[in-house]
């Protein structure tokens, strides 16, 4: 039987809970007290069926483990907490030795992960691997197009000079045209491979600059509004790509506007959250809110995918594009949309040493307010 180490526990992003053999609570780490919203200094020393309701499937759960002193895994469990909300759990429970009690006291180790969060992530991983093998499958194709189409443009160059006729020149530059117009598509689709280079940032001053380009391209009829949360943490970040990806999004929400309209510009921190499978205690959520016509219902599974358009003259490639400088930058985008509604957001992970101009921060308010 192992001893588990308390100092361990307390950095696992899973709920732990440990129990004595008498069904006593030992111990909650941080990730349960903020699950079951309990302190583990109040909650020490009470019993399972006083902290929660509804507990016959975990303590069949635990009469299992214990008979067999193995692992349990129980995947459907819901749990009553405080008498008021109920959360829908699995739970691991593995028979242990409690680690800082009197020597060889046989206990349990309780790991409950929430299952609506649990299909999330997994959803979330699903899109993230499915976009890198978007990214590589777009990448290899590009260079393919690439290379043949400088040849075909060469040639066409070399034929327009040799031609006597005045009126083929027509065809040789409708070919020469349309090369242009694919290598400049080609290029587009290859940018995002450049290095990123990072460097402390305010996403404020993306924010602002992509709103002031966006107010030149459109002079009149476009309202931004902003709600900036001035408290956020500086990012670690390649400011252009930055700038582009976001860009990108609020161009799109100009453009379903038609100058008829408003777009919101929002930013929060977001606290203890999972992204491209790594746990961050910060991150930065923007939100990119506009009031137009909405996603069309038929494109909205495919808007990521490469050369998806629903706009004439679009080349669908911006929110690819957006998509791949956020991936970069370890974070997320998605968006909801409903008819007059369309919201993206846009979670870039803070860096734990990105971190400590916030953390410092906070620490002075709690020092000024206590
Ligand atoms: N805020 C929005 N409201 C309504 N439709 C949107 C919105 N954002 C994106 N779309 C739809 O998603 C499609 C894909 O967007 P994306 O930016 O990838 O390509 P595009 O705008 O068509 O072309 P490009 O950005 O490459 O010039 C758009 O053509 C549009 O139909
Ligand atoms: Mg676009």
């Known amino acids: 039987m192992t001893t588990p180490s308390l100092s361990g526990l307390d950095l696992l992003p899973t709920a732990v809970v440990l129990v004595d053999v008498g069904l006593a609570v030992r111990y909650l780490n941080p990730a349960a007290e903020n699950l079951f919203e309990m302190s583990s200094k109040n909650v020490a020393g009470q019993g399972l069926d006083k902290l929660f309701s509804n507990t016959a499937v975990l303590q069949a759960a635990i009469g299992y483990a214990r008979a067999n002193n193995c692992s349990y895994t129980e995947h ?59 990214r590589e499958l777009i990448r290899n194709l590009a260079h393919e197009i690439k290379n043949p189409l400088g040849g075909i443009r060469g040639a066409a160059q070399l034929l327009d000079r040799e031609l006597e006729r005045p009126n083929l020149h027509e065809y040789t530059q409708v070919i020469m045209k349309e090369a242009d117009r694919l290598q400049s ?22 924010l602002e600059r992509v709103r ?7 002079p009149r009829g476009i309202a931004i509004r902003r709600d900036y949360d001035v408290s956020l943490p500086l990012l670690n970040g390649d400011k252009e790509q930055l700038i582009q990806a976001v860009l990108n999004v609020v161009r799109n929400a100009a453009q379903a506007l038609q100058e008829r309209g408003e777009i919101s510009l929002r930013t929060r ?102």
Do not use: W
């Open 269 to 370: 921190v977001v606290r203890q959250i999972t992204l491209a499978r790594r746990r961050y205690s910060h991150a930065i959520a923007v939100e990119i809110r506009d009031n137009g016509p909405g996603i069309p219902e038929g494109l909205r599974e495919r808007i990521f995918h490469p050369l998806v358009s629903g706009r004439a003259g679009g080349s669908g490639l911006g929110l690819t594009l957006a998509q791949n400088f956020v991936n970069q930058h370890h974070g997320m985008i998605s968006f909801e949309s409903v008819s007059g509604e369309t919201a993206f957001t846009i979670l870039l992970p803070v860096q734990e040493n990105d971190e400590r101009g916030t953390m410092n921060a906070e620490r002075r308010n709690e020092n000024r307010s206590a």
């Open 185 to 206: 598509l080609m290029d587009r689709l290859l940018t995002p491979h450049r290095l990123p280079q990072p460097a402390q940032l305010n996403i404020h001053e993306v």
């Open 76 to 134: 459907d469990l819901e749990l009553g907490v405080n008498g008021r909300t109920r959360l829908h759990l699995s739970c691991t429970v593995t028979p242990v030795e409690l680690p800082d009690g009197k020597a060889h006291e046989d206990g349990l180790l309780l790991e409950f992960r929430h299952i609506e969060q649990q299909l999330k992530i997994a959803r979330e991983e699903r899109m993230l691997d499915q976009s890198q093998a978007t």
């Open 212 to 218: 002031s380009l966006i107010l030149a391209e459109y």
